[in-house]
Each structure stands twice: as C-alpha cells, then as structure tokens.
Nanobody
Framework: QARPVESGGGSVQTGGSLRLSCDVSEYTRSDYCRGWFRQTPGREREWVADIYRRDGTESYADSVQGRSTISQDENTLFLQLNNMHPEDTGMYSC????????????????????WGQGTQVTVSS
C-alpha cells in the first residue's frame, strides 16, 4: 500500500491554530482505525488521536484533549489543532490499521509501520 501523504503543517505562535490533512485513500475499508502521531527529535513517536472509520468514534491524548478535533472523509484524515502550545511542536504523521481484534483503535494504529514523510508543526512562544 502507498504511504500516507500528510500536509498542512507550518509555523504558528502560541495560541494559534492549524488544520492538518492526510491522504488515506489506501485505507478506506470501514473497519480501519485512522490516527495521528507526532514526534520530536530524540523522543519516541507519540499517539495524538484516532478515529474509527466505521462509526466515527474519536479518542485523544490528554495533551491535546479539548484543543483538537480529528475528523475524516472517505479519503482524507484531518486534525484541527487549536490554542497551540510550544509542546505541540513536532513532525505529525498519520497512520491506519484494521481494528480487527485490537481492544482499541489506539492499540491498532500503534502497529502501523508504513509511515509517510509527515508534516512539520512548529509553535513558537
């Protein structure tokens, strides 16, 4: 399968907003979980949010809860980030995995290995 293609990153000041997009047209089956991760140099990739294709159930990391919204259409995954902090800085990548027998979408998308190039987000104070 083709790697996802992320876009929409950029540089913003604290309190600003960005909307990230990801082409997930290779991952359209209804039983796919789709999610966003971010990574900063020297740190492991961190799960940010996910959404279940079938029923739209959303989950968020505590660090972005209340400030972000994940959404999707058939071919595109979105992440709206509001009231951004410098701690939101990182390379954002999207992922997709079949829900299967995983207990949660977070567990499912953590198995993803076909990473795209990501989109860089930088938040300055």
């Amino acid at each position: 399968q083709a790697r996802p293609v992320e876009s929409g990153g950029g540089s913003v000041q604290t309190g600003g907003s960005l909307r990230l997009s990801c082409d997930v047209s290779e991952y359209t089956r209804s039983d796919y979980c789709r999610g966003w991760f971010r990574q900063t140099p020297g740190r492991e990739r961190e799960w940010v949010a996910d959404i279940y294709r079938r029923d739209g159930t959303e989950s968020y990391a505590d660090s972005v809860q209340g400030r972000s919204t994940i959404s999707q259409d058939e071919n595109t995954l979105f992440l709206q980030l509001n009231n951004m902090h410098p701690e939101d800085t990182g390379m954002y990548s999207c992922a997709a995995a079949l829900r299967g027998l995983w207990g949660s979408c977070q567990s499912a998308v953590a198995t993803f290995r076909n990473w795209g190039q990501g989109t860089q987000v930088t938040v300055s104070s």
